[in-house]
């Protein structure tokens, strides 16, 4: 018997029931008790103690099962924020955006453009204003022709007789030259 107490894979707690006897059991026995009521007291501690680390167990696993659930919900939540994010709605609203800002540039350009050919274009007038006949014949002088539209440029080029056509600021003035 003592054999059997000794190799046995379930815990034996011994409990002669006498205080003063001794007996080989108890020697091989996990537990010694003295009398069987306190061996029954010394087991059923040890079963509510189990009962309360697997209480324990169960609310600890449960804790991690609701946060693995919440961590899983959390990842899942992100992959479809990804997802949303690389749909082609909102790849075509990315190139909108692009598209508006590469239009803006454009359209400052060209007003930049524009502005500097403005400018440049009220120089050139200036310039030409500047050098047009009509300026010098606003100034006094006068363009004068010979009866066949020729420029006089000197006065050799007439002789007397000569009709002339002299072109002034606000009108022609005809004259002969003698």
Known sequence: MARAIFESAIPVVSAVGHEIDTTIADFVADLRAPTPTAAAELVVPELAAMAERVEEGRL???RALRASVDAWGERLESLRARLQALGPLNQ???EQQRLDFLVEGLEAAMKHRLELGAGRVGSLASRLE???PLAVLQRGYSI????????VRAAREVKAGDILLSR???GEVRSVVS
């Open 144 to 151: 004068t022709r010979t009866a066949q539209g020729r420029v």
């Open 168 to 170: 002034l600021a606000d």
């Open 92 to 94: 075509l609203r990315r």
């Open 60 to 62: 600890r696993l449960l």
């Open 130 to 132: 500047a050098l047009s």
